[in-house]
Structures are given as structure tokens and as C-alpha cells.
DNA sequence: GCGTTATCTTTCCAGTGGAAACTTTCCACT
DNA sequence: AGTGGAAAGTTTCCACTGGAAAGATAACGC
């Protein structure tokens, strides 16, 4: 026994766990579709029939990534700092994900699976910049700011750029950052 | 006359060019060597001569992106907020070589053509720091801050990502975004 | 002139993504 | 219990890719 049943069972999911594993060991494009079936002991046109192709392979993985991404966010809590840090924290520790999310022109970012998530989390951002700025006219000047600071964070830290300063831990690396440009206006508990 | 010599002439030109306009089109790995190759007229093979493999050819466009890099970042001259904008500015006018160059797996990081000119450009960075802070304890974490949120709008934009606000100009919000974050701390003309 | 060298071509190969047609298993319904 | 799909996998096929190898052509130093 033991020997492999024709079908799989679990093949969509064992997917996309390889294909995750693939994306953090050389990049969202430095892999192949067959050598991931060739890992799941699977025949190279099994996966087309959960994901249709690569692209969808692709889509379902950023799918994942908005939805674990929203729901991070949230747990955050309302503070915006904690959210901040939370986006760093999950781009860290789903970099797979993370750096499909970002780069649509690799799956496809209509996808229904997709686009709510996206705005789930693209909610929770907004909502988090308004803590900063009373005045309606700012707080999406401050939004933008908030997240796109958080974002590049993350997103040199991936790419090794801040290697020299790799040392220290990346979540309080960036909760040093966001205090740093943010606390002069963070009115808390507003 | 007009037709084709056998030697191309301005072949590794031509092949950076039509490299950065693929790249534009669908991002940094969605095309093909050998149609680069047709479109510049040539057999698939000829490319290797100038770059040795694909890899290579994407080397010499980080390499040439940081060095144009580099540069426009000096000419911003010593004020770091207009640091940041340049940085955008290049970001969103140079879009194809900057998607290659915090993409560390697509190309050689440790060619001796790309790793002076990065350094280059790190220097000119971490020297707008100091502008923010004048305590050195502080200013590597203002150096990364004011890094960060350049980055992240940067990549945000030009994900698309941002397309809600897509109506603004980028260099703009941009200034606005920095000054929100950090003009307390810009003790100007220091 | 003439040999060397850089540049480009042709030919070849293994590997890729995907389409098509087929097989095996499961499951719902009488 | 038996059967008719539907779901999940397989094998086979094709055009295309990146790269290696070996040969052709042009340019340049002497």
C-alpha cells in the first residue's frame, strides 16, 4: 500500500505549497510548472485541470496571498502603527505570496478570487491612514505615505538591499521606522 | 544598400533597447531572447556574443540602470526631499531598467559592472540622510525611513496599485508625500 | 597583403507550456 | 446494485525556448 492512488486528493493545495516553496527558492519566474508536477509525483498536465495553466497557478497563489493578507491586517487591530508593522510581519513570512501580489502582470488580478481580497485588504489600509490625518482632504496623502513606506520596507528588505542591516529584526526595524516619520501626527486613541 | 550588413554594428545597443521596451511591455521576464533577436533582425544566437545568456543581458541592464541611476540621484543635488522625487522620477521614467534592479535573482549582483554603480548610488542615499538627523545614531534609521517610502511609491505606481490616484502626477505626490512624513525633521539648508 | 579575432549564422538538443484525446476513479440517482 | 456522467489523471503531440557547438564572414593590426 502506499503506492500512489491515481487521484491525488490533495493535489491543488500540494501545488501550491510547491509552488510557494519554488517562488522563495528562485523568484516568482524561476521555475517550472513541470518540475513542480515532477515533485508531486504527478503527471505535467495534472495541474492544468485545478488551475487551467501557469497563469492561474499564479492567480491562485496571489488569491491566497490577498485573503491571508486581509485577514493579518485585521488582526492587527485599528492602530496604525500595528498596521504597518503587521505588513511588514506578513510580507516576511509569506514573501512567496508577497511577491506575486504585487507583480500583476504575472497572474491575473480580475480573477474573482482575487480582486475582493485585494480590496479587503486595500480597506483596512485607508482605514489606517485616516487615523493619522483628521482633515479628510490628508488622510489620503497620509494613507499612501503610511503604506508606501511600509511597503518599500518590505519589499528592500526581500530583495536583500538592506543587507547591512540584517541584523536586527525586521519588525522592529519598521515599527522604529513608521514612529520615526509618523508620531509627530499619530493623535492616538483619537 | 540599406540591407543588412553581416555586422550589425550596434548590436548590444540595439538588444538593451529592445530588451527595456519588452520589459515595459510585459515585465522583466515576459519575452523571449530569440524575439528580441528577430525584432532586432538577427540570428537567436548573435545576442550571446554581447551577453553571454540571457542573465547577462539583464546584467547589463541593472548595470546601466544604476548607473543612470546613480547620476540622476547627484544631480538632485544635496537636499533630501529633492532626493526623493529624483528617485521616483526615475523610477517612473526608467521604469524597465528599475524593475530589473531590486530584483537581485534576475540578473549577477556581484558583476563588476553593476556592484560600483549600486554602491554609487547607496552613498548618495544614505548621505540624504544625514540631512534628516543629525544625531549618527539616528540617521541610519532616517536614511532607510526616507529609502522606504521612495521605494514603496515608487513600486506601487508603477504596479499600479495606486491607479485610483493614477490622475496625479507621480513627482508631485510624491513631494507631498515626503514632505507630510518627514518636513518636521528637515531642518533645511543645515 | 595576411593571419587573427570579433561578430554573426546554422544546426542541434533538452526542456517548457499547453492542446487533444484517452483512462481511471468517484459519486449521484434510479 | 448498476450505470452514466463528471472529476481527476495520463499519454502523446506540437511549437517554442535558452543554450552549446561548429562554421562562415567581415574587420583590423601588422
Known amino acids: 500500500m502506499e503506492q500512489p492512488a491515481y487521484h491525488h486528493g490533495n493535489l491543488r493545495r500540494v501545488m501550491l505549497d510547491a509552488a510557494l516553496q519554488a517562488i522563495g527558492e528562485s523568484g516568482p519566474t524561476g521555475w517550472s510548472l513541470r518540475e513542480l508536477a515532477r515533485r508531486a509525483g504527478v503527471s505535467h498536465t495534472a495541474p492544468a485541470h485545478h488551475f487551467g495553466d501557469k497563469t492561474g497557478l499564479l492567480t491562485a497563489v496571489a488569491a491566497e496571498g490577498f485573503d491571508l493578507f486581509a485577514a493579518a491586517l485585521e488582526a492587527a487591530g485599528g492602530d496604525f502603527l500595528d498596521v504597518g508593522v503587521a505588513y511588514v510581519r506578513f510580507a516576511v513570512r509569506h514573501r512567496s505570496h508577497f511577491q ?24 483596512i489600509l485607508s482605514r489606517g491612514g485616516r487615523a493619522l490625518s483628521p482633515d479628510p482632504a490628508r488622510d489620503r496623502v497620509a494613507t499612501v505615505a503610511a503604506w508606501s513606506m511600509a511597503h518599500g520596507f518590505a519589499d528592500l528588505w526581500l530583495s536583500g538591499a538592506l543587507a547591512d542591516a540584517a541584523e536586527i529584526d525586521p519588525e522592529t526595524y519598521a515599527r522604529e521606522l513608521t514612529t520615526l516619520a509618523f508620531g509627530h501626527l499619530h493623535h492616538s486613541k483619537a
Not at 504585487?102 to 485585494?118: G, Q
Open 100 to 123: 506575486v501580489m504585487f507583480r500583476p502582470e504575472l497572474y491575473r488580478p480580475a480573477d474573482p478570487a482575487v480582486a475582493p481580497a485585494r480590496a479587503r485588504a486595500a480597506a
